[in-house]
């Protein structure tokens, strides 16, 4: 099983920072990609960054140029830089994997349990 252990969430004033980091722990045999989802009340969970083990990267329209991923391979963790937070920034924030816990099986895809970011105006 692997396990995601998501940090740095909390509340701050539009225009302000905040760094979101996630831990893979557990039986893991190899880390495919890695992201960031977020759900706002009301609202469908959308990607938001994600990032492959090659350090392809891809972004939602809504956050580039403020947003930015980043993963350290040797720890897998993955990383979300949000820069110049908006109000509709405002979700919970959601990490997840696409692993194998061996080499011979499939991979499956794992999530956090989410960390809340509030972005007031």
């Known amino acids: 099983q692997v396990q995601l252990v998501e940090s740095g969430g909390g509340l701050v004033q539009a225009g302000g920072s905040l760094r979101l980091s996630c831990a893979a722990s557990g039986s893991i045999f190899s880390i495919n990609a890695m992201g960031w989802y977020r759900q706002a009340p009301g609202k469908q969970r959308e990607l938001v960054a994600g990032i492959t083990s090659g350090g392809r990267i891809n972004y939602a329209d809504s956050v580039k140029a403020r947003f930015t991923i980043s993963r350290d391979n040797a720890k897998n963790t993955v990383y979300l830089q949000m820069n110049s937070l908006k109000p509709e920034d405002t979700g919970v924030y959601y990490c997840?994997?696409?692993?194998?816990?061996?080499?011979?099986?499939?991979?499956?895809?794992?999530w956090g349990q989410g960390t809340q970011v509030t972005v007031s105006s």
């Open positions: 997840n994997t696409n692993a194998r816990v061996t080499s011979w099986g499939p991979r499956y895809d794992y």
